[in-house]
């Protein structure tokens, strides 16, 4: 089982910045992919930005140029840098992390979720 804790929501206004962490614990070995979703009253959950189980990353393209996400290395903390924040940023951010096996998603694990609200 895993476990996620995100934290660093708030108000900021809009062209400001804020960064996000998650925390994970549990059996964090067994993590393939982990990143960032947000979803807005109203609207569908999206990703944000995640890792693969290389590293890699992934961003949305509504957040390219403006997010970075990144961890620690040994670790168990993600973060997500977040700049010049817009008001349709507006959202609850959720961490999320996957495992697989073969490339299969057999678990999905999802933290509480951290309010962020951007004014303009």
């Known amino acids: 089982q895993v476990q996620l804790v995100e934290s660093g929501g708030g108000l900021v206004q809009a062209g400001g910045s804020l960064r996000l962490s998650c925390v994970a614990s549990?059996?964090?070995?067994?993590?393939?992919?982990i990143g960032w979703y947000r979803q807005a009253p109203g609207k569908e959950r999206e990703l944000v930005a995640k890792?693969?189980?290389?590293?890699?990353?992934t961003y949305a393209d509504s957040v390219k140029g403006r997010f970075t996400i990144s961890r620690d290395n040994p670790g168990n903390t993600m973060y997500l840098q977040m700049n010049s924040l817009k008001p349709e940023d507006t959202a609850v951010y959720l961490c999320?992390?996957?495992?697989?096996?073969?490339?299969?998603?057999?678990?999905?694990?999802w933290g509480q979720g951290t309010r962020v609200t951007v004014s303009s």
């Open positions: 890792f693969n189980s290389e590293g890699r990353t």
């Open positions: 999320y992390a996957d495992s697989r096996f073969s490339g299969v998603v057999t678990h999905e694990y």
């Open positions: 549990g059996n964090t070995f067994a993590i393939n992919h």
